[in-house]
């Protein structure tokens, strides 16, 4: 079986070169290229399993890149980008990225996200075959009876907290932004406030999570919004 194929979108040559060596080392196959109307030229043709793009390009922005991609493409998209401020995530994440990493990164951390997109991927085909019940580690929800379970014992969940909770299992691995969240929950609504999805989330975790202080299957992302972290089957 081939390993996947990952397009790299940078412009910076050392930044190319260094992702590209990561990428050689691990087997993957790989394209590199340096703007972006090159990268969207590389995804329409090559199909790659990733996209890591960076949104300082010398001849669109890379967001212009996401907005495009996500038109006709569901290829995942993890930014790698120095632009730091979290609007700039949130921007990113709300125009289709599936992950956004800061320069400078580590090795481990980039090759991390990679295979979280990866499984997450993969996770789709199974789902796409049996859609009516997600498991992640000792959490279970039935989509049909709409309800969910924690070590086989039912939770009692509020119809906010139901809806969340799908909305982060249907999104496995991807940030889901306090903007996506709220808009998905409340509309237009004058309730559709960071505020009140913070203490929906925490009435949540209260209920799935063994110790809420320290989650394991949703994470937050500070300034940016929530993800649901693939937790092993316990054996």
């Not at 967001?63 to 990113?92: G, H, M, T, Y």
């Not at 996770?123 to 070590?151: H, W």
Request: neutral net charge; aromatic residues 6%; contains cysteine.
């Amino acid at each position: 079986m081939n390993k996947p194929l990952i397009l790299v979108v940078d412009d910076d040559k050392a930044i190319r070169s260094l992702i590209t060596t990561i990428l050689e080392a691990q087997e993957y196959r790989f394209h590199a290229v340096s703007n972006g109307m090159q990268g969207l030229l590389e995804v329409a043709s090559q199909k790659p399993d990733v996209l890591l793009l960076d949104l300082g390009l010398p001849d669109i922005d890379g967001i212009e890149v996401i907005q495009k991609v996500r038109s006709w493409s569901n290829v995942p998209i993890i930014v790698i980008s120095s632009r730091s401020e979290d609007k700039d995530k949130i921007l990113a994440l709300d125009s289709g990225a599936d992950d956004y990493l800061t320069k400078p990164f580590s090795v481990d951390e980039l090759l991390a996200r990679i295979r979280v997109v990866l499984r997450r991927e993969n996770c789709k085909v199974y789902s796409n075959l049996e859609q009516t019940e997600f498991i992640n580690g000792e959490l279970r929800i039935n989509y049909v009876s709409g309800c969910a379970y924690v070590k086989e014992r039912e939770l009692h969940l509020t119809p906010i907290e139901y809806k969340l909770l799908v909305l982060l299992s249907k999104n496995v691995g991807k940030v889901m932004t306090h903007t996506y969240l709220t808009r998905e929950i409340w509309g237009n609504s004058w309730e559709s406030d960071v505020a009140s999805l913070r203490v929906f989330m925490a009435t949540l975790r209260k209920k799935i999570e063994e110790n809420p202080q320290n989650p394991q299957y949703i994470q937050t992302h500070v300034g940016v919004g929530y993800r649901m972290i693939r937790v092993p089957i316990s054996k």
